[in-house]
């Protein structure tokens, strides 16, 4: 069974661009998870979405935006980038709420984003 | 708001020895869900254990076992007979039960090195 995919591995960009992420969940999984991992600061917990619908967002800002497709694959987008953007970007998914919310994430193996 | 705390930055140990990897948590609610997570260089975090905080019983998973404090609000991990697979950062993780708040917490990750 394919674990959660993320693509691209790695993206390099510059100030003031714009990049999106994607994320497949595993086969089955309705919730969609991200989070940033920037150096010195842990993973910071992003956007989940459930069944086509954002349920909760971190503590970011608003160019920090996303969406999932009727096929449970979500996009992640971020606007105007800045220099503190540079981090990890990990996607992780679930079952969704119906299921209980014992259900563990699994997460893929993330996408690399530097801002020069 | 929930907080994570691994005071540990890093932990080295023999291979084949004993190591316990620590981690406290600060939560009012009187039932959640508490993870460990693997993150090895390839970064793709990957469950270790996950612990229910209604049940009693430790969690056990081949070498991997953890030592679960409710009262003390203690969710420690130790790996026993240390293999060189198990050098990664490990990352405690805490979980609401509640609906619309199932993001994961984390701490800041401890950083275990096995020394050959």
């Known amino acids: 069974e394919a674990g959660v995919t993320q693509s691209p591995t790695h993206l390099i960009k510059t100030r003031g661009q714009q990049v999106t992420l994607r994320c497949s969940p595993i086969s089955g999984h309705t919730s969609v998870y991200w989070y940033q991992q920037a150096l010195g600061l842990g993973l910071q917990f992003l956007l989940w979405y459930d069944e086509g619908e954002e349920r909760n967002r971190g503590n970011f800002p608003p160019r920090f935006s996303g969406r999932q497709f009727p096929n449970y694959s979500s996009e992640l987008n971020v606007n105007a980038l800045e220099l503190e953007d540079s981090a990890l970007y990990l996607c992780?998914?679930?079952f969704g709420q119906g299921a209980g919310s014992n259900q563990p994430q699994h997460f893929g193996d993330g996408t690399r984003l530097s801002i020069l | 708001a929930q907080t994570v705390t691994q005071s540990q930055p890093e932990m080295s140990v023999q291979e084949a020895e004993t190591v316990t990897l620590s981690c406290t948590y600060d939560?009012?609610?009187?039932?959640?869900?508490l993870f460990w997570y693997k993150q090895p260089p390839s970064r793709q975090m990957i469950l270790v254990i996950r612990q229910e905080a209604y049940k009693q019983q430790n969690a056990t998973e081949n070498r991997f076992s953890v030592n679960f404090q409710k009262a003390a609000k203690s969710f420690s991990l130790k790996i026993s007979d240390s293999q060189l697979g198990d050098a990664a950062m490990y990352f405690c993780?805490?979980?609401?039960?509640?609906?619309?708040?199932?993001?994961?917490?984390f701490g800041t990750g401890t950083r275990l090195t096995i020394i050959p």
């Open positions: 993780a805490y979980r609401s039960p509640n609906f619309g708040n199932e993001k994961l917490t």
């Open positions: 939560t009012s609610e009187s039932d959640y869900y």
């Open positions: 992780a998914s679930s």
